[in-house]
């Protein structure tokens, strides 16, 4: 299994603002993700995070909005651009596992925008 | 594309009582199949896991899964659930797990 640790964990920002939520895994993976869950909702995937190329974003996600960083193979970050209460929500990173059948999950920031 | 429908949002349930969490798919390709359970504000932990073989998957805490390709089914089941089962189940599908969709969840609640 893969240990993922994300920072911060929680935060509250003002609108306007950009947040830079990162995630550090303990071993080396190809493939990271990064999923957004909208209060009381499922998990949607917001891009695959390519080391030493630019992020593929899902439909309804831009790079201006969501810029993500992965400069290595055990590193990533996802900044919230320009916020609106809108963005409130749980952030996750998750990573492939070694096996490539499935995947793990960090704990979450947990943001929320006034 | 896949999808991946949990019938249930919310589902009470009594302790020692059995439960079953409902989840469909769809898809014009084979699949995996995943449960991941989510505790109250942390991050989602793999319950179980169909990729092939047989159709009954044995997971962690008691957890096990049946695989129905005819139904296209993968419902959750525990015989007896504890007040630590309390949380909110997803279910997910992927063709090659670069493109995992999920389920919009299901609240378990166990009360005394």
């Known amino acids: 299994s893969a240990v993922i640790s994300q920072k911060p964990s929680r935060d509250i920002c003002q609108r306007g603002t950009s947040l830079t939520i990162q995630c550090q895994v303990d071993?080396?993976?190809?493939?990271m993700f990064w999923y957004r869950q909208q209060p009381g909702q499922s998990l949607t995937l917001i891009a695959t995070?390519?080391?030493?190329?630019?992020?593929?974003?899902e439909s309804g996600f831009v790079i201006d909005k969501f810029p993500i960083s992965r400069p290595n193979l055990t590193f990533s970050t996802l900044t919230v651009s320009n916020m609106s209460p809108e963005d409130s929500s749980i952030y996750l990173c998750?990573?492939?596992?070694?096996?490539?059948?499935?995947?793990?999950f960090g704990q979450g920031t947990r943001l929320t925008v006034v | 594309a896949q999808s991946v429908t949990q019938l249930d949002s919310q589902v009470p349930v009594f302790e020692e009582a059995p439960v079953e969490l409902r989840c469909n798919y769809s898809?014009?390709?084979?699949?995996?199949l995943f449960w991941y359970v989510q505790y109250p504000n942390q991050g989602l932990q793999l319950l179980l896991k169909?990729?092939?073989?047989?159709?009954l998957v044995k997971g962690i805490n008691g957890f096990e899964a049946e695989f129905n390709k005819s139904q296209t089914s993968f419902h959750l089941r525990k015989p007896s659930v504890h007040i630590s089962d309390t949380a909110e189940y997803f279910c997910?599908?992927?063709?090659?797990?670069?493109?995992?969709?999920f389920g919009a969840g299901t609240r378990l609640t166990v009360k005394p």
């Open positions: 998750s990573v492939e596992g070694q096996s490539k059948t499935e995947a793990f």
């Open positions: 071993s080396q993976v190809t493939m």
């Open positions: 995070a390519n080391q030493g190329s630019e992020a593929t974003y």
């Open positions: 898809s014009s390709v084979s699949v995996y």
């Open positions: 169909y990729l092939s073989g047989s159709t």
């Open positions: 997910a599908v992927t063709p090659n797990n670069n493109d995992m969709r």
